[in-house]
């Protein structure tokens, strides 16, 4: 298990008010445009729905599936990424990282940024130097706000801890957009410094400064949300497109704001690589507004407060494994129904039937039905999703198994065979809400579920592109239509 340390502990700093605005700061808010889907004739378009349509369909899950969304602190921003490791070749540098929050719901006051330390690859301790945030309020001048732990700019964030910042006491209406810029670096001068998740350099999305340890100053966090000189800085830059490697807090906690009316949906998205949009790397069309935010970001985009839990080349036990550890009680809560999110969509099983040994689509389907069970005992209402196509290149050869190609063939009746369970079984899974069909979204002939990859979605035999991300995307509104209604039922 690679995700946190099990050692890990929760620090929380004492509730405190922390006054102190800085100058002038950019924070022009783009204007977001409707999602636009990619589609290709082979596949009949999915229906889009908007958000009130997509509150209704998921609060009647709820009351189908006799479940309660959990009261109390939630997550309340869009972005969510619960996992750190190391920014490559960054020893010795100190970064300000600017990234975008969307507040559906806006903040009642009381709210907290949670900062996660190294989970994986690293042991230093990560130092924050100062953090402030830039939120506009719809119709409002932007506030700035200096963000403070146990009544100071700057605090330590331990490998493998959450460190919460003190209470916001400044409610935030629904539709604000917060900037949070972070001035870090590693608390070890020649360390690495932390990577959390995506950011895209845009004046209007993410931005970034890098330099050596002491080359950076306080008035540089006024002055974040472009990346200076054009092209992104090394080593921050990912090497494709727009795209950085950013640190941030995790997302944003607390309560909705006052005025805030109707059912609070938050969604948890857990799963391997393609859940946390790998090959996303940018925009899918010239009128992307949510670009490089992977399937999960792009459904939700700036309507749905969501967090991302998971690694590349992961499978179940990661979350299954990691129930114990103060990042997983964090989000997901524990018997006592405490969880952050109110939905969960459990996107694991290409890695574990990608080895030939667990070439018996069973083997994935009790993996599901575990990661289900534990739903169930939180309270959680559970989605689950068909498995994407691969390529024979991915296949983990056994010798025992036969020639590469009678194993790939076993992966591919392995693999529909999943699928059609999925589709048709998911009504017997206690707790299970739904299912979101990937495969047909993205195969060249759904009706024959041949494992074969529509022209213009796939890059690698196994992530989906940018394009290939927003069909996907597309795909989680069919659970919710009359068509495929919930609780998932067999056709």
Request: proline share 8%.
């Given at each position: 298990?690679?995700?946190?340390?099990?050692?890990?502990?929760?620090?929380?700093?004492?509730?405190?008010l922390?006054?102190?605005?800085?100058?002038?700061?950019r924070?022009?808010?783009?204007?977001?445009?409707?999602?636009?889907?990619?589609?290709?004739?082979?596949?009949?378009?999915?229906p889009?729905?908007?958000?009130?349509?997509?509150?209704?369909?998921?609060?009647?899950?709820?009351?189908?599936?006799?479940?309660?969304?959990?009261?109390?602190?939630?997550?309340?921003?869009?972005?969510?990424f619960?996992?750190?490791?190391?920014?490559?070749?960054?020893?010795?540098?100190?970064?300000?990282?600017?990234?975008?929050?969307e507040?559906?719901?806006?903040?009642?006051?009381?709210?907290?940024?949670?900062?996660?330390?190294?989970?994986?690859?690293?042991?230093?301790?990560?130092?924050?130097?100062?953090?402030?945030?830039?939120?506009?309020?719809?119709?409002?001048?932007?506030?700035?706000?200096?963000?403070?732990?146990?009544?100071?700019?700057?605090?330590?964030?331990?490998?493998?801890?959450?460190?919460?910042?003190?209470?916001?006491?400044?409610?935030?209406?629904?539709?604000?957009?917060?900037?949070?810029s972070?001035?870090?670096?590693?608390q070890?001068?020649?360390?690495?410094?932390p990577?959390?998740n995506w950011?895209?350099?845009?004046?209007?999305?993410?931005?970034?400064?890098?330099?050596e340890?002491?080359?950076?100053?306080e008035?540089d966090?006024?002055?974040?949300?472009?990346?200076?000189?054009?092209?992104?800085?090394?080593?921050?830059?990912?090497?494709?497109?727009?795209?950085?490697?950013?640190?941030?807090?995790?997302?944003?906690?607390?309560k909705?704001?006052?005025?805030s009316?109707?059912?609070?949906?938050?969604?948890?998205f857990?799963?391997?690589?393609?859940?946390?949009?790998?090959?996303?790397?940018?925009?899918?069309?010239?009128?992307?507004?949510?670009?490089?935010?992977?399937?999960?970001?792009?459904?939700?985009?700036?309507?749905?407060p969501?967090?991302?839990?998971?690694?590349?080349?992961?499978?179940?036990?990661?979350?299954?494994?990691?129930?114990?550890?103060?990042?997983?009680?964090?989000?997901?809560?524990?018997?006592?129904?405490?969880?952050?999110?109110?939905?969960?969509?459990?996107?694991?099983?290409?890695?574990?039937?990608?080895?030939?040994?667990?070439l018996?689509?069973?083997?994935?389907?009790?993996?599901?039905?575990?990661?289900?069970?534990?739903?169930?005992?939180?309270?959680?209402?559970?989605?689950?999703t068909?498995?994407?196509?691969m390529?024979?290149?991915?296949?983990?050869?056994?010798?025992?198994?036969?020639?590469?190609?009678?194993?790939?063939?076993?992966?591919?009746?392995?693999?529909k065979?999943?699928?059609?369970k999925?589709?048709?079984?998911?009504?017997?899974?206690?707790g299970?809400?739904?299912?979101?069909?990937?495969?047909?979204?993205?195969?060249?002939?759904?009706?024959?579920?041949?494992?074969?990859?529509?022209?213009?979605f796939?890059?690698?035999?196994?992530?989906?592109?940018?394009?290939?991300?927003q069909?996907?995307?597309?795909?989680?509104?069919?659970?919710?239509?009359?068509?495929?209604?919930?609780p998932?039922?067999?056709?």
């Amino acid at each position: 298990m690679n995700t946190v340390n099990r050692d890990a502990t929760i620090v929380s700093s004492p509730s405190r008010l922390c006054a102190g605005f800085l100058d002038a700061v950019r924070a022009a808010v783009a204007v977001l445009k409707p999602r636009q889907g990619t589609y290709s004739m082979n596949v009949k378009p999915l229906p889009a729905l908007s958000f009130p349509a997509l509150s209704l369909a998921i609060l009647l899950c709820c009351q189908h599936a006799g479940a309660e969304p959990p009261k109390g602190e939630r997550v309340m921003s869009t972005r969510g990424f619960s996992r750190t490791s190391v920014l490559g070749l960054s020893e010795g540098k100190e970064a300000i990282t600017s990234y975008r929050f969307e507040l559906p719901y806006g903040l009642s006051a009381g709210w907290k940024l949670p900062y996660l330390g190294f989970s994986e690859g690293c042991n230093d301790t990560i130092r924050l130097k100062l953090v402030v945030v830039a939120a506009e309020q719809p119709g409002l001048p932007v506030d700035k706000i200096r963000i403070c732990f146990s009544g100071k700019d700057d605090t330590l964030v331990p490998p493998g801890t959450v460190v919460e910042s003190d209470p916001v006491e400044k409610a935030l209406l629904p539709g604000t957009v917060m900037r949070v810029s972070t001035f870090y670096c590693n608390q070890a001068p020649a360390g690495p410094l932390p990577f959390m998740n995506w950011g895209y350099i845009d004046e209007n999305i993410d931005g970034c400064l890098v330099g050596e340890i002491g080359s950076l100053k306080e008035d540089d966090v006024m002055e974040h949300t472009t990346c200076r000189g054009g092209a992104p800085p090394k080593p921050m830059w990912a090497g494709v497109n727009a795209l950085i490697r950013a640190y941030e807090p995790m997302f944003v906690t607390g309560k909705p704001h006052p005025s805030s009316k109707g059912e609070t949906v938050v969604i948890g998205f857990i799963g391997d690589s393609i859940n946390i949009s790998q090959n996303d790397f940018g925009p899918a069309n010239p009128d992307d507004p949510y670009p490089a935010r992977g399937w999960n970001g792009r459904f939700c985009g700036s309507q749905i407060p969501y967090v991302v839990f998971g690694q590349g080349g992961s499978n179940a036990g990661g979350f299954i494994n990691a129930q114990k550890t103060p990042l997983f009680k964090y989000i997901f809560g524990t018997d006592a129904g405490d969880s952050k999110v109110t939905h969960l969509v459990d996107a694991y099983g290409i890695n574990t039937l990608r080895q030939a040994v667990n070439l018996k689509f069973d083997t994935v389907w009790e993996a599901r039905l575990q990661v289900a069970g534990i739903c169930k005992r939180l309270g959680i209402p559970y989605v689950h999703t068909t498995l994407t196509p691969m390529t024979s290149n991915w296949l983990d050869l056994s010798k025992e198994l036969g020639t590469p190609e009678e194993q790939f063939s076993m992966f591919v009746s392995a693999r529909k065979k999943f699928n059609e369970k999925v589709r048709t079984q998911g009504k017997d899974i206690p707790g299970c809400i739904g299912f979101i069909d990937w495969g047909s979204a993205v195969e060249k002939n759904p009706a024959a579920n041949e494992n074969i990859w529509q022209s213009g979605f796939g890059t690698d035999g196994i992530h989906p592109d940018s394009a290939g991300h927003q069909r996907m995307a597309d795909a989680v509104g069919s659970p919710f239509t009359a068509e495929n209604p919930l609780p998932a039922l067999g056709r």
